[in-house]
């Protein structure tokens, strides 16, 4: 009962200066969790940084290098941008292989987990929840941060993270249990405060208050019911989600017996017919594919594809609250070091920052040099 009105008021002390040096710090995270070139990772993430300044600028209302194409003037999506750094780049990197991957007949025993993915995924499901929660109850974040951060923290901690990339069962144990409770803390913000994180939470509060009621601090205490009725609903919705799913096991174990020869012109139909769904727009389509062939030569160079789609989505909102917080202070940069929340972000993505620096001084401390991951500077 004291835990939701302790979070709404830890997340009323979240004002632009906050905003800003959180999503630095996810920033430097990335860079510092990253198992790759950290010079390579950093690129990556000012590349979709850039890629989130196209489009109408929120407060100016100028339109930025959308080349008079107005369907740009919206800005260039995440749905399109992923699919095709994700979808396309991997149909076209397999599809080139010489010896192409055998397909896959795997048994249901097969897929059931065993003792030990048991055992291994209990720490990293125990993490992503909480360091999804603590994400999710910030307004205004960007919740696809748990994911990345949860599963640059467990290969950090593994003993072994040479096996992340190929099957490592923390690897999805982690960012998946972040993911989830971020998408639940976000209820928080919602139900204490009135402010939805996103489209999801946006909707349900217009729907709560045209019944005519008004979610803030007060909410938990007048109508009881209805906020333990949410959380009682998160748990039935688990719970039928098992049910639906367990039956349609045996279905999605079919789907992996394709030959790839049949899978792969089903998967890009797939990838048009969403992308195209989402907006309408031709232009998403487009900007899949090209965003396709570029992921494809970025993977064959080595890098990092993550860090572009969180950079387009931290993009537009780091730019937004900076200039919100500059707007406060009359463009004195001493308003973040004057918030003891944001000097607090801002001293703790330097030190990340300065640890992912530190390879380039002592080439030989680097973490990464010790588990098998290569290529770590440049």
């Known amino acids: 009962m004291l835990m939701a009105p302790t979070l709404a008021s830890f997340a009323l002390r979240f004002g632009p200066p906050e905003y800003t040096a959180l999503l630095l710090m ?6 510092y969790m990253s198992g790759g070139s950290m010079l390579k990772t950093l690129a990556m993430a000012v590349l979709g940084l850039l890629l989130g300044m196209i489009g109408i600028d929120v407060m100016s209302g100028y339109t930025r290098f959308s080349f008079d194409i107005v369907e740009l003037g919206d800005g260039v999506g995440i749905v399109p941008v992923a699919v095709g750094l994700f979808g396309i780049s991997e149909i076209l990197l397999t599809a080139g292989q010489v010896d192409p991957p055998k397909v896959q007949q795997p048994t249901l025993r097969q897929l059931v987990p065993t003792k030990a993915d048991l055992k291994l995924s209990v720490g990293p499901i125990m993490r992503g929840s909480l360091l999804g929660f603590m994400i999710g109850i910030i307004p205004g974040s960007a919740h696809i941060i748990s994911s990345f951060v949860s599963y640059g923290i467990e290969r950090r901690l593994s003993k072994h993270p040479e096996r992340f ?11 998946e249990s972040a993911n989830n409770a971020a998408a639940t803390g976000a209820f928080v913000p919602m139900l204490a405060l009135g402010i939805p994180t996103g489209p999801v939470t946006a909707v349900m509060l217009a729907a709560i208050m045209v019944h005519g009621i008004l979610p803030g601090p007060m909410l938990i205490q007048q109508q ?4 333990w009725g949410f959380v009682a609903s998160m748990y039935v919705g688990n719970v ?6 367990l039956p349609m096991v045996g279905l999605f174990v079919n789907l992996l017996r394709i030959p790839y020869a049949y899978l792969y012109p089903c998967i890009l139909a797939f990838c048009i017919l969403g992308c195209y769904s989402v907006s309408n727009s031709t232009m998403d389509v487009w900007i899949m594919l090209v965003m ?11 890098f990092d ?15 937004l609250s900076l200039r919100q917080s500059l707007a406060m202070s009359g463009g004195d940069y001493a308003i973040f070091v004057q918030r003891p929340i ?17 390879p380039l001084v002592f080439k030989d401390k680097d973490w990464r040099s010790n588990v098998g991951l290569d290529k770590t500077i440049d």
Not at 350 to 358: H, T
Request: net charge neutral; glycine share 20%; no cysteine.
């Open 26 to 31: 996810g920033l430097f995270v990335l860079a």
């Open 165 to 175: 990339g190929n099957g490592a069962i923390e690897g999805v144990a982690g960012p």
């Open 224 to 227: 009881p019911d209805l906020f």
């Open 240 to 245: 039928v989600l098992l049910v639906l799913n």
């Open 292 to 302: 396709g062939g570029v992921g494809y030569g970025l993977r064959k160079f080595g």
């Open 305 to 319: 594809l993550a860090p572009v789609a969180l950079g387009l989505v931290l993009g537009p909102m780091l730019e």
């Open 342 to 358: 944001a000097v607090t972000m801002l001293i703790l993505g330097l030190i990340l920052l300065g640890l992912a620096l530190k």
